[in-house]
């Protein structure tokens, strides 16, 4: 399993970033996929998650605001962030599954940060 992340980076508050994962080492459209993310000197957080048909799922506090979407024939993972806020600062994964807890993840990406920051 390979998940690469790309597309943080600084952004102003009310501003809108889209992020990117590639997946490789599996069978990627028969798969729920999340994004979490860790914010300095916090726990990781669940985003949010996208069941195999493309459905979303939201944490309450991206809720409105966030978008995820999925593209099967690129095995491609999306997450557009719109609206964003300085408590939106944090390291974003993506993560293969969807795990009722962050600690029950296996693989991740690497990460790519977002700063939100004017």
């Known amino acids: 399993v390979q998940l690469v992340e790309s597309g943080g980076g600084l952004v102003q508050p009310g501003g809108s970033l889209k992020l990117s994962c590639v997946a490789s080492?599996?069978?990627?459209?028969?798969?729920?996929m999340s994004w979490l993310r860790q914010a300095p000197g916090k726990g990781p957080e669940w985003v949010s998650a996208i069941d195999s048909g493309g459905s979303g799922y939201y944490a309450d506090s991206v809720k409105g605001r966030f978008t995820i979407s999925r593209d099967n024939a690129k095995n491609t993972l999306y997450l557009y962030l719109n609206n964003v806020r300085p408590e939106d600062t944090a390291v974003y994964y993506c993560a293969k599954n969807w795990y009722s807890t962050p600690q029950e993840y296996d693989d991740w990406g690497q990460g790519t940060q977002v700063t939100v920051s004017s």
């Open positions: 080492g599996f069978n990627f459209g028969s798969y729920e």
